[in-house]
């Protein structure tokens, strides 16, 4: 009933499914880590701008601060998945 070649087929599909799902969740841990690192680099550049001025006279500086709060929002509803799962996993 059931062959050896089911058995194989039945094997690679689960080493194909866990190869994939783990390639996801490093991709979305470097997307979390690119997400922290652009908010950081938007929270300096408002920083810079208090200081100093505005950079670009179009640019109001709380638009610096508004797109980081967004990138800081995406990095932890990221860091959260990863870890819910790292836990369903263990």
Request: charge should be positive.
């Amino acid at each position: 009933m059931f062959g050896i070649d089911f058995l194989l087929k039945f094997d690679k599909s689960l080493i194909l499914t866990y190869s994939l799902k783990f390639n996801l969740m490093k991709a979305l841990n470097w997307i979390a880590w690119i997400s922290a690192g652009t908010g950081l680099l938007l929270v300096l550049l408002g920083l810079i701008q208090l200081l100093f001025g505005r950079i670009r006279p179009e640019t109001q500086i709380i638009n610096y601060f508004h797109a980081a709060n967004s990138f800081f929002l995406i990095t932890i509803a990221l860091f959260v998945y990863l870890f819910r799962c790292q836990c369903k996993k263990e």
